[in-house]
C-alpha cells in the first residue's frame, strides 16, 4: 500500500475520533461614539482590568460595557500601564500622561519632538523612568523629579525596537543591535546567526524572539530554533504558559502550541474576524485575546467551551436544525440539507510533475497535505429542513418539499406534503408530522411507510406531542387536547382550556413526575386525575421565568430566564450552563450522545459545539472598584473619607466591573448607613448619586453581584456632611458673647440715665429684637414639617406665643437695670 494512502488513513482515522475542532468564537466591540476615526494601534490593559486603546481620535477605555473618550492633541499610537497605574500615551509628535484633574480624566503633556510627524510608537517602563520611543529619538521619562533626558539612534539608522532582556536594555535599529547602558550604547550580538531581534519575552523559562524580517524563534541559550508558521509575523503576545498569539499584516492571527511548536488555531476573516490586517494583539485578565483592526475591536476565548463548526466551507443558507446521525453532524438549512465530511488534499511531489519520470516511480503516488471538514450537500432536497427526527434508526426529514427518509447516504421521499414539525410516538412505531395546522399520521414496518388516517380536520393544530400514555398531545388556539389513536383515526379523550391566540409553541416534555407544558408564562403539569393545567410554583422558583424555552429531542428541556440557560433532564435535575448566557436567542438546541451541547445561534447563524465538562464560573471573574468621585465640583479618585461643605452636600460615584465577555451582567446596589437602613434595589446602573446630604456622618457601601450570585463589596466610603457657619459651636459662642455685650451695655445705659434717650431706647428694642428673633429661627430650625404655608404660619405664631412671656421678662430686666451680675466697685443696697 502507498505510503500517502496509508498516511491518509491514518490521519482520517485520529480526525474520526477526534471530531472536528471548530473555531474559537469572536466577540466584537465597537465604540458607540460616532464622528471620530477610532481606528487602534495600540491596547493595554490597568490594574483594575480596563482596556485602553491608542487611537487616531485620541484614547478610548472600556470595561465590557461603558466606552469613555479622552481627548489627546494629536493622534495617539502607544499606551502603557506601569506598575504604580499610571497611564502614559504615546502621541504624533509628542508624549503625555493621563491624570484625573477635578474636571475628569485628562492628557497631560509630558514633552514633544520638534518634528511634529514624528509618531511615539513605542513605550516602555524602565522601573523609576518611561522610555517613549519614535524612529529617531528615545526620550526618558523619570516621573520622580519630571526630567526629561533624550537619545539618539547609535547608528543614525532609524530605530526598530527597544528590549529589556534579564537586567539590560538593548536598541534595535535597522542594520544592528545595540546595549544601552549608562547613557552610552554598545554594539552586541545577541545570537549566534546575527539575526536583529525586535520583541523578545519570556513566560517563566521559556522565550520567543521576533526578528526584523518577521520570524518567530525559540530561544535555547543564545541559539534560535525558527518556527517555520508560514507568516511574516508583525507581533506576538503570551497568552499562557503553552500558548501564544502571533499577529500578521495580511493573514489575521494564529494560536501556536508552544510545547508542540505548531499551530492550534487560526483567527482571520474565514473564522469571524472582520479583517485579515491586525493592527495591534493584547491578552487579558481572563486569558482573552484582543485585536485592533479598522472596524473596531474583537476579543477571542482559547478556554472557551464552545466552538463553532460552521466556518468551513460548503454549508449555505439560514441553519434551522441540527443533528448528529450514524456519528456525523446533520445540518438542516433553508437552503437544503448539509452533513460534515473528510475532505483529503493531495499534491503531486516535485519530481512526479516532470516528463521524464516514470509512472511506475513511487514518486509518482500523490502526497497527503491536509485534512479538512467540509459540509456537503445531500442530494434530494433543494430547499428549507424545517425537522429532523431519529425514528428507530432512520433521520427523518421534514421539508418544504415534504417528508424524507435518510439512511446516512441517500435520501427518499416518503409523502409530497409540506412537513414543520415530526413528532415521534412512543412504545409505537406510528409518527405524527405537523403543517399548515394540519396533522398527518404514519407507521413504518418492514421498511416501509404507511399514511393512516387521522381526523380532526376542522381543528386548528399549532403543535403536538406524544407522551408514555399513548396519547397525542395538540395544541391549538383555544384548547389543549389530547388524543386516542385506532387505526379509524384520533378521538378527543382530554380537553383543557388552552388560550393561545399568538400561536405560541410551547415546549412539551415528559418529565418522571409528569407531563409539562412550558409557555413563557410558566411550567404548566398537567393533572390527569383532575384535567387540568397547573403552575409549578417549585420549578418557578428554582428555574426563574421562562424567557426562552426548547425542548431537547434527546432528553428533557432548556429554559433561559434572561441570565443564564439550564437544562432539565427527565429526572427533574436542573444543570446551568454558564458560558451558554451569550446566546440568549438560540434556534435550536440539543444534546449529543457525549454529553456534549449543539446549538445553532440566531444572531450570527451559526453553528456551535459546547464541549462537556469544560465550563466553569471560577474563571469568568473580575473585581468591582471606584472609577472616580466627583464631589465639590471636582473629579477625585477613591478616598477613605470625604467632607462636604453644607452648600455642596452632594456626591457622585462611578463604580465598575470589567466583563468583556457579556456573560457576568453585573448589577450594583448600595446604601448609605446613617440615612437608610435598606440597601437599594439592584440595577445594572453603575452611577450612584446622593444630592442634598443633611449634616453628619454617614458610610457609603457598595456592592455587586454577577450572574452566578457572587458579591462582591468595595471598601467604604465615611461622608462627613458639615453644618454651615451659623450651626457651629463657635458660632454659638459668638452669639452669645455678642448678645451679653448688647445686654450690658444696655443695662449700663438704662442705669446711667443717659440723657440720649433715643439710643438707648433703640438699643434696647434692638437688643430685644435680635434675641427674640434667634431664638425663634433656632425654635424653627428644630421644629421642620413638610406642610403647607398656612400650617408653617401657625407653627410661627405659636412658637412666638411661647418665646413672648421671656420678650417681656427680659425687656423689664433691661428697663429696670437689674441684671443679676454683680459688678466691680458698685454694692447692691436694694
Known amino acids: 500500500m502507498p505510503k500517502s494512502l496509508i498516511a491518509a488513513l491514518m490521519l482520517f482515522c485520529s480526525l474520526n475520533i477526534i471530531g472536528q475542532n471548530g473555531d474559537y468564537p469572536i466577540t466584537h466591540h465597537e465604540a458607540n461614539i460616532k464622528g471620530l476615526d477610532f481606528t487602534a494601534y495600540d ?77 511615539f510608537t513605542d513605550i516602555l517602563d524602565a522601573g523609576d523612568s518611561i522610555m517613549f520611543v519614535n524612529g529617531d529619538i528615545i526620550f526618558v521619562y523619570h516621573p520622580g523629579n519630571k526630567q526629561l533626558n533624550k537619545f539618539s539612534s547609535p547608528d543614525k539608522w532609524p530605530i526598530e525596537a527597544v528590549m529589556e532582556i534579564g537586567d539590560s536594555y538593548y536598541v534595535t535599529t535597522r542594520i544592528a543591535t545595540y546595549e544601552w547602558k549608562a547613557g552610552s550604547f ?5 545570537f549566534e546567526n546575527g539575526e536583529l531581534p525586535i520583541k523578545v519575552k519570556s513566560q517563566g523559562k521559556k522565550t520567543l524572539v521576533l526578528d526584523y524580517d518577521g ?132 499534491e503531486m511531489s516535485e519530481k512526479a510533475t516532470r ?114 400514555k399513548s396519547i397525542v398531545w395538540l395544541v391549538g388556539t383555544e384548547k389543549l387536547s389530547g388524543v386516542g389513536l385506532t387505526y379509524q383515526g384520533a378521538s378527543t379523550l382530554f380537553e383543557v382550556d388552552f388560550p393561545n391566540r399568538f400561536m405560541e409553541i410551547p415546549t412539551i416534555c415528559e418529565l418522571d413526575k409528569g407531563l409539562y407544558f412550558i409557555t413563557s408564562q410558566g411550567y404548566f403539569q398537567y393533572n390527569y386525575q383532575k384535567n387540568e393545567l397547573v403552575l409549578d410554583e417549585g420549578l418557578m422558583k428554582d428555574l426563574g421565568k421562562p424567557v426562552q424555552h426548547k425542548g431537547d429531542p434527546n432528553n428533557g428541556f432548556w429554559v433561559y430566564d434572561g441570565k443564564l440557560w439550564k437544562h432539565v433532564a427527565k429526572n427533574g435535575e436542573s444543570t446551568t450552563y454558564p458560558y451558554l448566557s451569550l446566546f440568549p436567542d438560540l434556534r435550536y438546541i440539543h444534546q449529543g450522545d457525549d454529553g456534549g451541547v449543539y446549538f445553532i445561534n440566531s444572531d450570527d447563524n451559526k453553528f456551535y459545539y459546547y464541549r462537556p465538562g469544560s465550563d466553569s464560573d471560577s474563571f469568568y471573574d473580575s473585581n468591582i472598584f471606584y472609577k472616580h468621585l466627583f464631589a465639590k465640583s471636582a473629579y477625585t479618585p477613591y478616598l477613605q473619607q470625604v467632607h462636604l461643605d453644607y452648600d455642596q452636600n452632594y456626591l457622585r460615584a462611578e463604580v465598575g466591573q470589567p466583563d468583556y465577555l457579556g456573560l457576568l451582567k453585573v448589577e450594583y446596589q448600595y446604601q448609605l448607613e446613617g440615612m437608610d437602613d435598606e ?33 462582591q463589596s468595595i471598601d467604604p466610603i465615611l461622608l462627613v456632611v458639615d453644618p454651615p457657619y451659623w450651626q457651629t459651636t463657635w458660632f454659638y459662642f459668638l452669639e452669645v458673647l455678642f448678645f451679653a455685650t448688647l445686654v450690658l451695655i444696655s443695662t449700663r445705659l438704662n442705669q446711667g440715665k443717659a440723657t440720649n434717650r433715643f439710643l438707648t431706647e433703640g438699643l434696647t428694642v434692638l437688643t430685644i429684637v435680635i434675641i427674640i428673633e434667634t431664638l425663634q429661627s433656632a425654635a424653627g430650625s428644630f421644629i421642620q414639617f ?45
Open 679 to 711: 440597601w437599594s434595589e439592584w440595577s445594572d446602573n453603575n452611577h450612584i448619586n446622593l444630592n442634598f446630604l443633611p449634616e453628619g456622618k454617614f458610610t457609603l457601601k457598595v456592592r455587586s453581584r454577577d450572574v452566578f450570585g457572587r458579591v
Open 215 to 346: 520570524a518567530i524563534h525559540i530561544q535555547s541559550n543564545n541559539s534560535l530554533e525558527t518556527l517555520d508558521l508560514g507568516v511574516e509575523a508583525s507581533d506576538f503576545m503570551w497568552v499562557n504558559d503553552s500558548m501564544f498569539i502571533v499577529s500578521t499584516r495580511n493573514h489575521g492571527s494564529l494560536l501556536v502550541n508552544y510545547d508542540l511548536k505548531k499551530v492550534s488555531g487560526r483567527i482571520n476573516y474565514e473564522t469571524g474576524l472582520p479583517d485579515d490586517e491586525i493592527e495591534a494583539i493584547e491578552v487579558d485578565w481572563n486569558q482573552g485575546i484582543w485585536f485592533a483592526h479598522q472596524f473596531g475591536f474583537s476579543r477571542v476565548d482559547p478556554n472557551s467551551p464552545v466552538a463553532c463548526l460552521s466556518n468551513i466551507e460548503g454549508l449555505q443558507g439560514n441553519l434551522v436544525t441540527s443533528d448528529v446521525y450514524q456519528g456525523k453532524v446533520i445540518i438542516g438549512s433553508s437552503s437544503g440539507l448539509f452533513r460534515a465530511v473528510q475532505d483529503s488534499i493531495f
Open 355 to 468: 516528463l521524464d519520470q516514470s509512472s511506475n516511480d513511487e514518486d509518482d503516488e500523490p502526497q497527503l497535505k491536509e485534512v479538512k471538514w467540509i459540509y456537503e450537500r445531500i442530494p434530494g432536497i433543494n430547499n428549507k429542513v424545517n425537522a429532523l427526527q431519529n425514528h428507530h434508526g432512520m433521520l427523518l426529514v421534514g421539508t418544504n418539499e415534504g417528508l424524507f427518509e435518510y439512511d446516512g447516504e441517500i435520501l427518499e421521499k416518503i409523502a409530497s406534503e409540506p412537513v414543520r414539525k415530526i413528532e415521534s410516538l412512543p412504545r409505537s412505531r406510528q409518527f405524527v408530522t405537523v403543517d399548515e395546522f394540519k396533522v398527518h399520521r404514519f407507521e413504518y414496518n418492514n421498511g416501509e411507510y404507511t399514511e393512516l388516517p387521522f381526523g380532526l380536520d376542522d381543528q386548528v393544530v399549532v403543535s403536538t406531542f406524544g407522551d408514555t
Open 186 to 190: 554598545s554594539e552586541a550580538s545577541l
Open 786 to 830: 413638610a406642610t403647607s404655608p398656612f400650617i408653617d404660619f401657625l407653627i410661627n405664631l405659636c412658637i412666638a406665643l411661647v418665646i413672648f412671656p421671656l420678650e417681656l421678662l427680659l425687656k423689664k430686666i433691661i428697663k429696670s437695670g437689674k441684671v443679676p451680675v454683680k459688678l466691680k466697685g458698685s454694692k447692691n443696697k436694694s
Open 43 to 119: 491596547l493595554t490593559f490597568d490594574q483594575y482590568g480596563l482596556m485602553y486603546a491608542a487611537t487616531s481620535a485620541g484614547i478610548l477605555r472600556y470595561d465590557g460595557v461603558y466606552w469613555d473618550f479622552i481627548e489627546t492633541p494629536s493622534a495617539t499610537f502607544s499606551v502603557l500601564v506601569d506598575e504604580h497605574n499610571d497611564i502614559y500615551v504615546g502621541a504624533m509628535g509628542g508624549f503625555g500622561q493621563l491624570e484625573l484633574t477635578e474636571s475628569g480624566l485628562k492628557y497631560e503633556e509630558l514633552g514633544t519632538d520638534s518634528l511634529l510627524n514624528h509618531q
